[in-house]
């Protein structure tokens, strides 16, 4: 077997290796089989970019267990890095993404109205501790738990709990432990499925903040995670959606060996 070019970088702190589907189909190998081979614990997932020379390419992501993704938004804006265009779209889990770069490292996306969802189902569920959390139907399953002392709760322990609702969430669930973020905003922790706790989550900061404005807290928000912070906001009405911003960066390339790992 010959070499297999792979791209690191990271949205966020969320860290991510990048490769094109046709090198993957050259070496022999599937996306849930390289995740597996390569991610380990440095990287949190496979982007698997199709065809890089598209207008709008696909990009889809496998986390490091093998699973897929879904939509994974940090992945995206470090996706865009790689392409080196002013602005673009991709093509991931059946939904057009919108993004521009707005500074040499900060991409913005556009969330297109209609892939939001029109409201947050009024229900909770019980979770170890006497805490609830909020499922939010948004792409990847969430669930939200709202909290006093982010650092000192079970994240681990609450996720597997949420995780053991089959019946509210068969395919697993992301949660989202979210407090008050001094001088405004929230603050975040996420446990990813098939990863585990990550520094950052895209789509639960999207979660986080539908949840937030149902309950009628203003916007523009800036939420905060061990990565770093995320500005979501309303798109401009012409357009309708929801903008989401915030850095990514790209390394160099690297070679790697298909029978190995990364």
């Given at each position: 077997?010959?070499?297999?070019?792979?791209?690191?970088?990271?949205?966020?702190?969320?860290?991510?290796?990048?490769?094109?589907?046709?090198?993957?189909?050259?070496?022999?190998?599937?996306?849930?089989?390289?995740?597996?081979?390569?991610?380990?614990?440095?990287?949190?997932?496979?982007?698997?970019?199709?065809?890089?020379?598209?207008?709008?390419?696909?990009?889809?992501?496998?986390?490091?267990?093998?699973?897929?993704?879904?939509?994974?938004?940090?992945?995206?804006?470090?996706?865009?890095?790689?392409?080196?265009?002013?602005?673009?779209?991709?093509?991931?889990?059946?939904?057009?993404?919108?993004?521009?770069?707005?500074?040499?490292?900060?991409?913005?996306?556009?969330?297109?109205?209609?892939?939001?969802?029109?409201?947050?189902?009024?229900?909770?569920?019980?979770?170890?501790?006497?805490?609830?959390?909020?499922?939010?139907?948004?792409?990847?399953?969430?669930?939200?738990?709202?909290?006093?002392?982010?650092?000192?709760?079970?994240?681990?322990?609450?996720?597997?709990?949420?995780?053991?609702r089959r019946d509210l969430f068969p395919e697993g669930v992301n949660l989202e432990l979210v407090a008050e973020r001094?001088?405004?905003?929230?603050?975040?922790?996420?446990?990813?499925?098939?990863?585990?706790?990550?520094?950052?989550?895209?789509?639960?900061?999207?979660?986080?903040?539908?949840?937030?404005?149902a309950d009628r807290r203003p916007e523009p928000l800036v939420i905060e995670m061990a990565g770093g912070a995320l500005?979501?906001?309303?798109?401009?009405?012409?357009?309708?959606?929801?903008?989401?911003?915030?850095?990514?960066?790209?390394?160099?390339?690297?070679?790697?060996?298909?029978e190995c790992r990364a």
């Amino acid at each position: 077997m010959t070499g297999l070019r792979g791209v690191p970088g990271e949205g966020l702190g969320n860290t991510f290796l990048l490769v094109e589907s046709e090198d993957l189909e050259a070496v022999g190998l599937a996306p849930a089989a390289a995740a597996r081979r390569f991610c380990g614990r440095r990287y949190d997932g496979l982007l698997v970019l199709d065809p890089a020379a598209a207008a709008e390419p696909e990009l889809a992501i496998w986390n490091r267990d093998g699973s897929a993704g879904g939509v994974c938004l940090n992945g995206l804006r470090m996706a865009a890095l790689h392409l080196g265009r002013p602005a673009g779209a991709f093509r991931m889990a059946g939904r057009r993404i919108a993004w521009r770069r707005s500074e040499p490292n900060w991409v913005e996306l556009h969330l297109a109205a209609e892939d939001l969802p029109a409201s947050i189902p009024a229900r909770t569920i019980e979770l170890p501790g006497g805490r609830r959390g909020v499922p939010v139907p948004f792409w990847n399953p969430h669930c939200v738990v709202p909290v006093e002392d982010l650092e000192g709760a079970d994240l681990e322990g609450l996720a597997a709990a949420a995780a053991g609702r089959r019946d509210l969430f068969p395919e697993g669930v992301n949660l989202e432990l979210v407090a008050e973020r001094p001088g405004g905003g929230l603050r975040m922790r996420v446990w990813e499925r098939g990863v585990g706790e990550t520094r950052a989550c895209g789509s639960g900061a999207v979660a986080v903040a539908l949840l937030a404005w149902a309950d009628r807290r203003p916007e523009p928000l800036v939420i905060e995670m061990a990565g770093g912070a995320l500005a979501l906001g309303p798109a401009p009405p012409e357009v309708g959606g929801l903008l989401l911003a915030g850095p990514a960066a790209v390394g160099p390339p690297l070679e790697l060996d298909p029978e190995c790992r990364a």
